[in-house]
Every structure is written in structure tokens, then in C-alpha cells.
T-cell receptor, first 113, second 115 residues
């Protein structure tokens, strides 16, 4: 399973764009990159997923360079409610209908008024 | 949209007791995952089921067992509870048919406290 590395914490002011970069040097050819958001005592919430280049949805963008050894989650104009832990995960098909996710140390984002 | 349902939401047990946690996946999802998250820790994968068969196993203690039933709900059975089992237990469901990436959708979790 590919291991991921991301900053332990980040601070940002309200209204700013936040970019969280994750490295995954050992990503396999078939692996996708998925980002989750987790608030205290709540289940992780799916944010975005991508394989290469750029993916955008209503809440975030995901940038993946050609070598796929890293990815950057971009949150536009953050608000206080975006204060949470953000996890970058690289999933691996285990060939049995299972797509195991290994959570590493997430990034604790603190949004400051 | 319907989400993953977990019950109970909170559970308090004594050491050496048993506990059963239940998970009801999103309708038409046939894959269930269980995760354990200790205080201040990151979620750790325990076990998963696909079409009622165990599909993958992580760091699940031998004291724990799980199964997926014909209606796709899953139960995590925990015996001889220890203080260290106190944690949030999350269930996630996915549908391999909908995409090749099996996006997992997490439930609200069950907070287990062992006294």
C-alpha cells in the first residue's frame, strides 16, 4: 500500500485559498488518490478523488502532476466551518472486491477569523 | 440521500464484556468496511466484506469478529473487551459496481467506552 505524507497542521485566514500537498512516492499504476475531511467525533467525509491532472467539484479541486507522486487539495475561500482534519489516501485494490484505504497522519487545518 | 447507519451511537461496557456494533450500508452498496479510531489517532482499517464474504483483513484483534448478512448489513462482534478497545468505530460502505475506485462513504460512528 502506498504511503502518504502530508503536513501535520496548517493555519489559514477566512476567505483565503488553502492548498494541502500530499506526497505518495510509491503510488501504483492503478491507484486513485482520495481526500477525506473529518470533524471531531464524526465519520470521514469524502471530498474528492482523482487519478491524474485536475479534478474539480463543488467544494474542492485536486491537482495531480504527471508523475502522480504528489497531489494538492485546493480549498477555495475557506470558512471557519472548514476547520477539520484532511486525509490524503491512496487506495489499493486487493483483488477481492475490496479497496482498502490506509489512513496516515492527516493535516489539521485551522481557519482563523 | 440515504447514508450509512450505525447503531448504537454510544455504548458503555465493562472490561471482559462483549459488544455488538451494527452497520447498515447505503442502499445497493454491497461492500462494507470497518475502521477503529482511538482517541487522537487516525482511523485504522479492521476488516471488510464484499457480497457477504470477508474480502480483506487489517489490524483486527482475534477477540473481534464480523460478518455481513444477506441484506448487506454488517455486525462487528467484540469479546473480552479491554480498556484499549475504547474508540470510535466507523463503518463505511461502497459499491464496486458504480465505479472502479470504490469510493467509501462513512457512517457517523459508534463510540465505545470500556470501563
Amino acid at each position: 500500500l502506498a504511503k502518504t505524507t502530508q503536513p501535520i497542521s496548517m493555519d489559514s485566514y477566512e476567505g483565503q485559498e488553502v492548498n494541502i500537498t500530499c506526497s505518495h512516492n510509491n503510488i501504483a499504476t492503478n491507484d486513485y488518490i482520495t481526500w477525506y475531511q473529518q470533524f471531531p467525533s464524526q465519520g470521514p467525509r469524502f471530498i474528492i478523488q482523482g487519478y491524474k491532472t485536475k479534478v474539480t467539484n463543488e467544494v474542492a479541486s485536486l491537482f495531480i502532476p504527471a508523475d502522480r507522486k504528489s497531489s494538492t487539495l485546493s480549498l477555495p475561500r475557506v470558512s471557519l466551518s472548514d476547520t477539520a482534519v484532511y486525509y490524503c489516501l491512496v487506495g489499493a485494490h486487493t483483488g477481492a472486491g475490496s479497496y482498502q484505504l490506509t489512513f496516515g497522519k492527516g493535516t489539521k487545518l485551522s481557519v482563523i477569523p | 440521500a440515504a447514508g450509512v447507519i450505525q447503531s448504537p451511537r454510544h455504548l458503555i461496557k465493562e472490561k471482559r464484556e462483549t459488544a455488538t456494533l451494527k452497520c447498515y450500508p447505503i442502499p445497493r452498496h454491497d461492500t462494507v468496511y470497518w475502521y477503529q479510531q482511538g482517541p487522537g489517532q487516525d482511523p485504522q482499517f479492521l476488516i471488510s466484506f464484499y457480497e457477504k464474504m470477508q474480502s480483506d483483513k487489517g489490524s483486527i484483534p482475534d477477540r473481534f469478529s464480523a460478518q455481513q448478512f444477506s441484506d448487506y448489513h454488517s455486525e462487528l462482534n467484540m469479546s473480552s473487551l479491554e480498556l484499549g478497545d475504547s474508540a470510535l468505530y466507523f463503518c463505511a460502505s461502497a459499491s464496486p459496481i458504480s465505479s472502479s475506485t470504490d469510493t467509501q462513504y462513512f457512517g457517523p460512528g459508534t463510540r465505545l467506552t470500556v470501563l
